[in-house]
T-cell receptor, first 114, second 115 residues
Protein backbone atom coordinates (compact mmCIF):
# COMPACT_ATOMS: atom_id res chain seq x y z
CA UNK A 1 0.00 0.00 0.00
CA UNK A 2 1.17 3.48 -0.76
CA UNK A 3 2.39 5.52 2.18
CA UNK A 4 3.98 8.88 2.87
CA UNK A 5 6.12 9.52 5.95
CA UNK A 6 7.16 12.92 7.25
CA UNK A 7 9.25 12.39 10.36
CA UNK A 8 9.66 16.03 11.42
CA UNK A 9 6.56 17.29 13.25
CA UNK A 10 8.14 20.73 13.65
CA UNK A 11 11.12 22.63 12.31
CA UNK A 12 12.65 26.00 13.07
CA UNK A 13 14.78 28.02 10.67
CA UNK A 14 16.35 31.45 10.83
CA UNK A 15 15.13 33.98 8.29
CA UNK A 16 17.24 33.93 5.09
CA UNK A 17 18.60 30.46 5.86
CA UNK A 18 17.82 27.34 3.86
CA UNK A 19 15.78 24.46 5.29
CA UNK A 20 15.10 20.88 4.23
CA UNK A 21 11.81 19.13 5.00
CA UNK A 22 11.98 15.35 4.81
CA UNK A 23 9.58 13.04 3.01
CA UNK A 24 9.86 9.32 2.33
CA UNK A 25 7.36 7.29 0.38
CA UNK A 26 6.47 3.68 -0.22
CA UNK A 27 4.95 2.38 -3.42
CA UNK A 28 5.20 -0.66 -5.67
CA UNK A 29 4.12 1.31 -8.72
CA UNK A 30 6.68 2.48 -11.28
CA UNK A 31 4.61 5.51 -12.29
CA UNK A 32 3.89 8.01 -9.57
CA UNK A 33 3.98 11.70 -8.83
CA UNK A 34 5.19 13.46 -5.70
CA UNK A 35 3.79 16.81 -4.61
CA UNK A 36 4.45 19.35 -1.90
CA UNK A 37 1.76 21.64 -0.56
CA UNK A 38 1.90 24.53 1.90
CA UNK A 39 -0.95 25.12 4.33
CA UNK A 40 -0.89 28.46 6.19
CA UNK A 41 -2.96 28.95 9.30
CA UNK A 42 -5.85 30.18 7.12
CA UNK A 43 -6.30 26.60 5.91
CA UNK A 44 -5.97 26.63 2.15
CA UNK A 45 -3.62 24.10 0.54
CA UNK A 46 -1.20 25.81 -1.82
CA UNK A 47 0.59 23.74 -4.46
CA UNK A 48 4.35 24.29 -4.40
CA UNK A 49 6.19 21.75 -6.54
CA UNK A 50 5.85 18.44 -8.39
CA UNK A 51 8.26 15.60 -9.24
CA UNK A 52 7.40 12.70 -11.53
CA UNK A 53 8.89 9.26 -11.02
CA UNK A 54 10.44 9.33 -14.49
CA UNK A 55 11.93 12.80 -14.17
CA UNK A 56 15.69 12.61 -14.20
CA UNK A 57 16.30 16.08 -12.89
CA UNK A 58 15.18 17.49 -9.57
CA UNK A 59 12.25 19.87 -9.83
CA UNK A 60 12.71 23.54 -8.99
CA UNK A 61 10.18 26.36 -8.59
CA UNK A 62 11.67 29.64 -7.49
CA UNK A 63 12.95 29.22 -3.92
CA UNK A 64 11.62 25.66 -3.77
CA UNK A 65 13.49 22.62 -4.97
CA UNK A 66 12.80 18.95 -4.56
CA UNK A 67 15.68 16.61 -3.72
CA UNK A 68 14.46 13.41 -5.38
CA UNK A 69 16.37 10.23 -4.50
CA UNK A 70 14.44 7.44 -6.18
CA UNK A 71 16.46 4.52 -4.87
CA UNK A 72 16.00 5.75 -1.32
CA UNK A 73 12.35 6.66 -1.99
CA UNK A 74 12.79 10.13 -0.64
CA UNK A 75 11.49 13.46 -1.93
CA UNK A 76 12.74 16.19 0.37
CA UNK A 77 11.66 19.81 -0.06
CA UNK A 78 14.38 22.44 0.12
CA UNK A 79 13.38 26.04 0.75
CA UNK A 80 16.16 28.52 0.14
CA UNK A 81 16.39 31.98 1.71
CA UNK A 82 13.51 31.42 4.15
CA UNK A 83 11.05 34.25 4.66
CA UNK A 84 8.71 34.94 7.56
CA UNK A 85 5.79 34.16 5.26
CA UNK A 86 7.08 30.62 4.83
CA UNK A 87 5.87 29.77 8.34
CA UNK A 88 3.16 27.16 7.74
CA UNK A 89 2.41 23.44 7.62
CA UNK A 90 4.01 21.60 4.72
CA UNK A 91 2.59 18.38 3.34
CA UNK A 92 4.18 15.83 1.07
CA UNK A 93 1.77 13.82 -1.09
CA UNK A 94 1.89 11.03 -3.66
CA UNK A 95 -0.28 9.88 -6.49
CA UNK A 96 0.13 6.52 -8.25
CA UNK A 97 -0.37 5.62 -11.89
CA UNK A 98 -3.81 6.48 -13.21
CA UNK A 99 -5.30 6.78 -9.76
CA UNK A 100 -7.08 9.93 -8.72
CA UNK A 101 -6.41 10.39 -5.06
CA UNK A 102 -3.48 11.98 -3.31
CA UNK A 103 -2.04 10.28 -0.25
CA UNK A 104 -0.68 12.81 2.23
CA UNK A 105 1.88 12.63 4.98
CA UNK A 106 1.31 13.95 8.49
CA UNK A 107 2.92 17.27 7.72
CA UNK A 108 5.78 19.35 9.09
CA UNK A 109 5.17 22.65 10.82
CA UNK A 110 7.83 25.15 9.78
CA UNK A 111 8.50 28.23 11.87
CA UNK A 112 10.75 30.95 10.47
CA UNK A 113 12.44 33.11 13.09
CA UNK A 114 13.38 36.75 12.41
CA UNK B 1 -8.01 31.88 -13.75
CA UNK B 2 -10.50 31.85 -10.89
CA UNK B 3 -9.44 29.32 -8.31
CA UNK B 4 -11.47 26.64 -6.60
CA UNK B 5 -14.17 28.11 -4.39
CA UNK B 6 -16.06 26.54 -1.53
CA UNK B 7 -19.17 27.59 0.32
CA UNK B 8 -19.70 28.05 3.18
CA UNK B 9 -16.29 28.67 4.68
CA UNK B 10 -17.51 27.82 8.16
CA UNK B 11 -20.49 25.79 9.37
CA UNK B 12 -21.60 25.17 12.93
CA UNK B 13 -24.37 22.67 13.39
CA UNK B 14 -25.94 20.54 16.07
CA UNK B 15 -25.52 16.81 16.19
CA UNK B 16 -28.14 15.05 14.11
CA UNK B 17 -28.63 17.87 11.60
CA UNK B 18 -27.90 17.57 7.89
CA UNK B 19 -25.35 19.85 6.22
CA UNK B 20 -24.44 20.46 2.59
CA UNK B 21 -21.25 21.97 1.19
CA UNK B 22 -20.65 23.29 -2.28
CA UNK B 23 -17.48 23.31 -4.37
CA UNK B 24 -16.92 25.17 -7.64
CA UNK B 25 -13.82 23.90 -9.46
CA UNK B 26 -11.50 25.77 -11.77
CA UNK B 27 -13.31 26.11 -15.06
CA UNK B 28 -12.44 23.44 -17.62
CA UNK B 29 -11.14 21.09 -14.92
CA UNK B 30 -12.66 17.69 -15.49
CA UNK B 31 -11.82 16.16 -12.15
CA UNK B 32 -13.10 17.18 -8.74
CA UNK B 33 -11.98 15.71 -5.43
CA UNK B 34 -13.16 15.86 -1.83
CA UNK B 35 -10.86 15.41 1.15
CA UNK B 36 -11.34 15.63 4.90
CA UNK B 37 -8.72 16.99 7.27
CA UNK B 38 -8.86 16.69 11.04
CA UNK B 39 -6.67 18.70 13.39
CA UNK B 40 -3.00 17.80 13.20
CA UNK B 41 -3.43 15.39 10.30
CA UNK B 42 -2.92 15.46 6.58
CA UNK B 43 -5.96 15.49 4.30
CA UNK B 44 -7.68 12.14 3.72
CA UNK B 45 -9.31 11.29 0.42
CA UNK B 46 -13.09 10.92 0.38
CA UNK B 47 -14.21 10.72 -3.25
CA UNK B 48 -13.62 12.07 -6.73
CA UNK B 49 -15.48 12.74 -9.95
CA UNK B 50 -14.49 12.84 -13.57
CA UNK B 51 -17.12 15.05 -15.16
CA UNK B 52 -20.43 13.72 -13.74
CA UNK B 53 -19.17 10.24 -12.90
CA UNK B 54 -18.12 9.40 -9.37
CA UNK B 55 -15.11 7.17 -9.96
CA UNK B 56 -13.92 6.29 -6.47
CA UNK B 57 -15.18 6.47 -2.91
CA UNK B 58 -13.13 5.93 0.22
CA UNK B 59 -14.19 3.64 3.04
CA UNK B 60 -14.25 6.86 5.07
CA UNK B 61 -17.34 7.87 3.12
CA UNK B 62 -20.01 6.24 5.24
CA UNK B 63 -23.64 5.91 4.22
CA UNK B 64 -24.32 9.27 5.83
CA UNK B 65 -22.11 10.99 3.26
CA UNK B 66 -23.17 11.60 -0.30
CA UNK B 67 -21.53 13.60 -3.05
CA UNK B 68 -22.86 14.69 -6.40
CA UNK B 69 -21.65 16.54 -9.46
CA UNK B 70 -24.80 16.63 -11.53
CA UNK B 71 -23.69 18.60 -14.57
CA UNK B 72 -19.99 18.02 -14.37
CA UNK B 73 -19.36 21.49 -12.98
CA UNK B 74 -19.92 22.24 -9.27
CA UNK B 75 -20.21 19.52 -6.66
CA UNK B 76 -22.05 19.14 -3.38
CA UNK B 77 -21.12 17.06 -0.36
CA UNK B 78 -23.94 16.25 2.03
CA UNK B 79 -23.59 14.81 5.51
CA UNK B 80 -26.75 13.46 7.04
CA UNK B 81 -27.34 13.04 10.78
CA UNK B 82 -24.05 14.72 11.67
CA UNK B 83 -21.95 13.36 14.52
CA UNK B 84 -19.28 15.10 16.57
CA UNK B 85 -16.68 13.00 14.82
CA UNK B 86 -17.60 14.70 11.55
CA UNK B 87 -16.04 17.94 12.80
CA UNK B 88 -13.21 18.63 10.37
CA UNK B 89 -12.06 20.76 7.46
CA UNK B 90 -13.59 19.60 4.19
CA UNK B 91 -11.36 20.39 1.25
CA UNK B 92 -12.25 20.37 -2.41
CA UNK B 93 -9.70 20.19 -5.23
CA UNK B 94 -9.85 20.10 -8.99
CA UNK B 95 -7.53 19.06 -11.82
CA UNK B 96 -7.55 18.94 -15.61
CA UNK B 97 -7.42 15.19 -16.05
CA UNK B 98 -6.10 12.05 -14.50
CA UNK B 99 -2.65 10.54 -14.38
CA UNK B 100 0.12 10.80 -11.88
CA UNK B 101 1.45 14.05 -13.37
CA UNK B 102 -1.81 15.91 -12.92
CA UNK B 103 -1.72 18.62 -10.25
CA UNK B 104 -4.67 19.12 -7.94
CA UNK B 105 -5.54 22.67 -6.88
CA UNK B 106 -7.37 23.14 -3.62
CA UNK B 107 -10.08 25.49 -2.45
CA UNK B 108 -10.05 27.31 0.90
CA UNK B 109 -12.03 24.57 2.62
CA UNK B 110 -15.20 24.41 4.70
CA UNK B 111 -14.64 24.08 8.43
CA UNK B 112 -17.42 22.06 10.04
CA UNK B 113 -18.06 22.10 13.77
CA UNK B 114 -20.66 19.69 15.14
CA UNK B 115 -21.85 20.56 18.64
Amino acid sequence: AQKITQTQPGMFVQEKEAVTLDCTYDTSDQSYGLFWYKQPSSGEMIFLIYQGSYDEQNATEGRYSLNFQKARKSANLVISASQLGDSAMYFCAMREGQGGKLIFGQGTELSVKP
Amino acid sequence: DTGVSQDPRHKITKRGQNVTFRCDPISEHNRLYWYRQTLGQGPEFLTYFQNEAQLEKSRLLSDRFSAERPKGSFSTLEIQRTEQGDSAMYLCASSRAGGFTDTQYFGPGTRLTVL
